[in-house]
């Protein structure tokens, strides 16, 4: 069965320094992966997916995702923070049936 | 192009009565799905509609939960009678399936409040 953990529930980072949200996935076959990001009263946005093409994967607002078979992860990184990217964030796998399971869910902060 | 709407946005109600909410996606979207996040823990499947027919319906907790998608455009989900446990955010999402694995895209949520 496949599953993903967010190895940090809360993660705090000043404007201007880099991103890192950690993320491990557990899947018995080659995975579809995804980064989704909630801000407040919105929906959940898709951020960037990984489909079995290249490893390194952009998305949206300067995100990136490195897909590492050998460690099962799949870290989502920004080289510089923005007031903006204050969210909650979800690492994603998808069954052969495109159902999605979530990990719990990182909650970022960004301060001034 | 609209995106995924849900109705209502809230809805307290107490234990033992009835709610509907209501999901209506992308125009054209064949897939529709439905997911739940219970507080403190993560969002969970439901179910799945390919047009009208229930494809998945694996996530569905019990039977005071049903789910609708008459014609295949929107669909709605009963809650019959409401629980305690039931309170959390019911997010709906759309898709056209085409290619496999394509974006699912989220509507805002119903946060769902059974007192």
């Known amino acids: 069965a496949q599953s993903v953990t967010q190895l940090d529930s809360h993660v705090s980072v000043s404007e201007g320094t880099p991103v890192l949200l950690r993320c491990n996935y557990s899947s018995s076959y080659s995975p579809s992966l995804f980064w989704y990001v909630q801000h407040p009263n919105k929906g959940l946005q898709l951020l960037l997916k990984?489909?079995?093409?290249?490893?390194l994967v952009k998305g949206i607002n300067g995100f990136e995702a490195e897909f590492k078979k050998s460690e099962t992860s799949f870290h989502l990184t920004k080289p510089s923070a923005h007031m903006s990217d204050a969210a909650e964030y979800f690492c994603?796998?998808?069954?052969?049936?495109?159902?999605?399971?979530f990990g719990t869910g990182t909650r970022l902060q960004v301060f001034p | 192009e609209a995106g995924v709407t849900q109705f209502p946005s809230h809805s307290v109600i107490e234990k033992g009565q009835t709610v509907t909410l209501r999901c209506d996606p992308i125009s054209g979207h064949d897939n529709l799905y439905w997911y739940r996040r219970v507080m403190g823990k993560e969002i969970k499947f439901l179910l799945h509609?390919?047009?009208?027919?229930?494809?998945?319906e694996s996530g569905m907790p019990n039977n005071r939960f049903l789910a609708e998608r008459t014609g295949g455009t929107y669909s709605t989900l009963k809650v019959q009678p409401a629980e305690l446990e039931d309170s959390g955010v019911y997010f709906c999402a759309s898709s056209s399936g085409l290619p496999a694995f394509s974006e699912q895209y989220f509507g805002p949520g119903t946060r769902l409040t059974v007192t």
């Open positions: 990984y489909t079995s093409a290249a490893t």
């Open positions: 994603v796998v998808s069954d052969f049936a495109d159902k999605l399971i």
């Open positions: 509609f390919v047009k009208e027919s229930k494809q998945d």
